[in-house]
């Protein structure tokens, strides 16, 4: 697989920390938690994935900002990674768009359940304990392959 990073935000529970720890040990590919990382040599990238928690509706604040000061450095083939409470795929098609409109190619985005105790969700325990599990690391892994797959394309 060409050389690939994934540039993530994983704040309260840790949720797409997990899932993009799980890659990394089943696929070479380079994380960074944008939280302790201020630059990335994109140089060495063909692909890079963006990767966070879902946060009022929308990936982490610091993504946007790094994508912001980065943005011309960044290759332009990318995807999308993210963990929400529901994980049904519209935030992770939301980002995607947002991707698109300025120019990136988007090879794909994987979204999955991730344990989330906003707002009035942690009064009732939460929403999607236990997640990611182990078939959520499976399905993002397999993922993974097939943009492995596009970009050798």
Partial sequence: MNKIAIIYASIHHKNTEKLVTGISKEIEIDIFNINKVKEVDFSKYETIGFASG??????????YKFLEKQEAD?????????????????????????????????????????????????????L?????????????VTFMKSIGAKILL
């Fill in 54 to 63: 879902i946060y009022m509706g929308k990936f982490h604040q610091s993504i």
């Fill in 74 to 126: 960044i290759p332009k083939k990318t995807f999308v990674l993210c963990t929400s409470g529901i994980g049904k795929g519209r935030y992770a098609k939301k980002f995607y768009s947002y991707l698109q409109d300025r120019g990136f190619e988007v090879l794909g985005a994987f979204e999955c359940k991730g344990f989330d105790t906003y707002g009035l969700f942690k009064f009732f325990g939460g």
């Fill in 128 to 140: 999607a304990k236990g997640h990611p599990n182990t078939k959520d690391i499976e399905n993002v």
